[in-house]
């Protein structure tokens, strides 16, 4: 990468993006564990992060995709959705999903399988939002936008489990788990917020860790808040 | 450059070892005879294009993907990463499909080795002939004695990290290295382990715990399934494509061979490959399928011809057939200390101890199992897919990773004619028909699940889990193509060299006609080596 790349996403990054943190999950390690005061990309400019990984990350934060594939509608529609499925009411800069679920069907470029009978790629999610869509209109005439938040995952469940009532030409239990929810944390837990949130190292090239035992923690690892 | 144009030609091939680097390579025209044209340079392809271009025959060796410069193009992280792997499109179906892309598929110079785990693990001697030795399954037409002497070339030519004593196996020398420190994930086994009484091991792995040329010794980042940036990991592209090159083998990346062609006389005369956007042909004495377990059943059946119409070196019906995966159920646990499993290697610890003691199992078969350290994205994925958990619930869930532990098993599953790989009607980007992967487990497969999630879960409450759970995967991918000793029931012999078509070869994991209970690249490479000296032998009795 250049050095121009370089500086524009060295030290400044980290002032670059506002950071905000969820202040009521300190718990113990059973509840699930707080990392309120560590930010992974504070180690931007250490040993931890190597040019390459620096390149991919900046690219990943600040050149997020415009929308090119699909259609308002299934955008509304999915940003709704997405924020059921990994709210983020606290950000102020929320990770995006939607815009590389999109990217991903504009380069039609998906896992490498898929289940037999099931369409390709940007049938199975052209179908299964609208099967979604058409789920939500039978409940109401406002649709899923016109549900409050309750509303939304009451019928999001019910498509978890398979009972639904619309026609659903991708089985909806499937289309849930394994292409929708799937999808949305493989880019959620991409982003250095979600590593933060989990306490995870990140990036670690070319120094990886030392310590290695039960209870042990270099000194360039998340520290419980 | 963009990894998807071809890099390796015009006489020299990318430096794995320099940034930005090149090294010699001899190139030859497509009109030139070659000894031996090689489809697919992983732990089978690579391994034998350096073995038979040692011994000095000309070896052109064709990949789908790119030549990687790991110290220029691994990036720490997982969503970029996924660039290792094999997405063109496929079908997977049967009662219990098998997740396939990044799960098992490598796609580039150095195949799956780039992102595998680097155990490496020998089979349990029996497993040769497990027919007669252990009453299921298919014998191998070799012998464990046969094997073993390349078993200890190959821990020699990966500098296999391990203990001073490994307990299960034959006699065998000390790992050339000395053995990684164990992680807290493994010593979660260990403690499991100790308290229940059973045996355990640090995992012999191909990661080298001091220096070795221009390899450093692994720094325990923990990315290893996503390409290793250091080198430490002695993948293929690593530990045997430079030596292929420096003998003179001739690697073309960015190759997709698409048909074998054979000739009037019933011996093969070469094969067609894509690269750059068109159809070229390359001539060959020999030609070695090398793609794994479902390109390479995929390849043959894609070559039908008058003389094959079912298939290419098809004659029995068998090619495709008894394919197996390695269950993979796993067992999580929360623990109060942290573990931040996310550190070392993903898999330090194994007990291998249902791999050798038959008594109180109520299946015939085998399994080992191993700790864990999965990185955030793949968790996400076990969680989700398994647990169906989402919304806050999910990002709770998640919250306790550093707090994490789990294990899980290589299951040994039967070979069974059934579960298969066939052509389905669609097409891909070069125009060749897409395989159907179709897979279901046994009852006796079953079995063999239910058994190991109950030893496993024993060991973490043992080692002081809380709030267990179980998850579904499977991993490697094995038979297809399976040798034998008799043309009836196989499809090539122990040499695995086609019955039907004398010049034609298989070099892969597709030759395994059973799958063991441990990791097969130590395995599928031992036999590379293996045939590549029988080769020699062949040759110089001028019986090629
Ligand atoms: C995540 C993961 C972890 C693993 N961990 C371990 C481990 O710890 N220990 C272990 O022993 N094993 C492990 N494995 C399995 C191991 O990597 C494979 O079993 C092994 O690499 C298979 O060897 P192979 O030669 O049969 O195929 P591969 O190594 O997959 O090589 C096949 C190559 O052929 C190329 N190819 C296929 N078709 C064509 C074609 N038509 N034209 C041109 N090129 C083609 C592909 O691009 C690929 O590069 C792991 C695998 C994965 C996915
Ligand atoms: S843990 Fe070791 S082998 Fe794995 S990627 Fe890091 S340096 Fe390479």
């Known amino acids: 990468m250049n050095p121009m790349h370089l500086t524009r996403y060295g030290r400044s990054l980290r002032t670059h993006l506002p950071r905000a943190r969820n202040g009521d999950l300190r718990g113990n390690a059973t509840a699930g564990a707080s990392y309120a005061r560590y930010d992974v990309l504070a180690k931007w400019d250490t040993p931890s992060f190597d040019d390459l990984t620096r390149s991919v990350i900046a690219a990943r934060l600040e050149e997020v995709p415009p929308i090119c594939f699909l259609s308002p509608d299934e955008v509304r529609l999915l940003d709704l959705v997405l924020a059921r499925l990994l709210p983020q009411p606290e950000r102020s800069r929320p990770i995006p999903i939607t815009p590389w679920i999109d990217d991903m069907l504009n380069r039609n470029q998906g896992e490498g399988y898929r289940l037999d009978g099931l369409p390709p790629l940007r049938e199975t999610w052209r179908k299964g939002l609208a099967a979604l869509a058409a789920e939500a209109a039978l409940t109401g005439p406002g649709g899923f936008s016109g549900m409050s938040k309750t509303e939304q995952d009451r019928l999001l469940r019910n498509v978890q489990l398979g009972e639904v009532l619309a026609e659903w030409p991708v089985p909806a239990a499937h289309f849930f788990t394994h292409v929708l929810l799937k999808t949305a944390a493989d880019i959620y837990y991409s982003y250095p917020d979600a590593w933060s949130e989990i306490g995870f190292g990140g990036p670690a090239s070319p120094r990886g860790y030392v310590r290695l035992g039960f209870d042990e923690r270099d000194s360039w690892e998340a520290k419980r808040a | ?544």
């Open chain 2, 1 to 544: 450059m963009t990894a998807e144009l071809p890099r390796a030609r015009n006489g020299r091939a990318p430096d794995v070892f320099r940034r930005d680097g090149w090294v010699p390579m001899r190139c030859h025209a497509d009109h030139e005879t070659v000894d031996f044209a090689i489809v697919g340079t992983g732990a089978g392809g690579g391994t034998l294009a350096a073995r038979l271009a040692e011994a000095g025959f000309s070896v052109v060796a064709f990949d789908a993907g790119p030549f990687w410069r790991p110290l220029d193009e691994f990036a720490s992280d997982e969503a970029e990463q996924q660039k290792l792997y094999w997405t063109d499109d496929r079908i997977t179906g049967g009662a219990d499909p098998i997740a396939l892309g990044g799960n098992n598929s490598g796609r580039g110079v150095g195949g799956s080795t780039i992102h595998f785990s680097m155990i490496s693990l020998r089979w349990r001697p029996e497993w040769f002939k497990a027919r007669s030795r252990l009453g299921y399954g298919f014998d191998w037409p070799i012998s464990y004695e046969e094997v073993a002497p390349y078993y200890e070339e190959v821990e020699e030519a990966l500098k296999v990290s391990g203990p001073v004593n490994y307990p299960w196996g034959g006699k065998r020398r000390r790992y050339p290295y000395r053995a990684h420190p164990v992680n807290a994930a493994g010593l979660v086994l260990a403690r499991g382990a100790e308290r229940l009484g059973i045996e355990w091991s640090s995992v012999p792995l191909a990661t080298v715990s001091a220096p070795r040329g221009k390899s450093p010794p692994c720094v325990y980042r923990g990315f290893c399934n996503f390409g290793c940036s250091t080198n430490a990991k002695q993948s293929v592209l690593v530990a045997w494509i430079p030596r292929a090159l420096r003998a003179g083998a001739e690697i073309r990346d960015m190759a997709m061979v698409g048909r074998i062609t054979l000739a009037p006389n019933g011996r093969v005369r070469g094969l067609e490959f894509q690269r750059e956007g068109s159809w070229h042909f390359q001539h060959a004495r020999n030609v070695v399928v090398a793609g794994y377990a479902i390109e390479t059943p995929r390849l043959l059946l894609n070559s039908a011809c008058r003389q094959f119409p079912q298939g290419l070196a098809n004659s029995s019906g068998l090619v495709g057939t008894h394919l197996m995966t390695h269950s993979g159920p796993g067992v999580w646990a929360t623990f109060e200390e942290e573990v931040r499993w996310y550190k070392g290697p993903p898999n330090m610890a194994v007990t291998e101890h249902w791999n050798y003691h038959d008594e109180d199992k109520d299946f015939p078969g085998s399994y080992a199992f191993m700790s864990q350290g999965p990185l955030p994205r793949a968790w996400a994925q076990i969680v989700t897919t398994n647990r169906g958990l989402w919304g806050s619930a999910l990002q709770q869930e998640m919250r306790k990773y550093n707090h994490m532990a789990g294990l899980v098993p290589v299951g040994e599953t039967e070979p069974r004619p059934e579960n298969r790989v066939e052509l389905a009607e669609e097409e891909d980007q070069y125009g060749l028909r897409i395989p159907r992967v179709l897979f279901s487990y046994s009852d006796n497969d079953r079995r063999l699940i239910e058994h190991s999630k109950r030893t496993m879960a024993q060991f973490l409450e043992a080692a002081g889990g809380r709030d267990l759970w179980e998850s579904k995967d499977t991993s490697h991918l094995l038979g297809g193509c399976r040798m034998g000793s008799d043309p009836a029931t196989s499809v090539v012999n122990a040499d695995g060299r086609s019955w039907d078509v004398p010049n034609l070869w298989i070099c892969d994991g597709s030759l395994f006609p059973t799958c063991g209970g441990v990791n097969p690249s130590l395995t599928i490479q031992a036999l590379a080596c293996r045939i590549a000296d029988r080769i020699k032998t062949l040759a110089s009795r001028g019986e090629l």
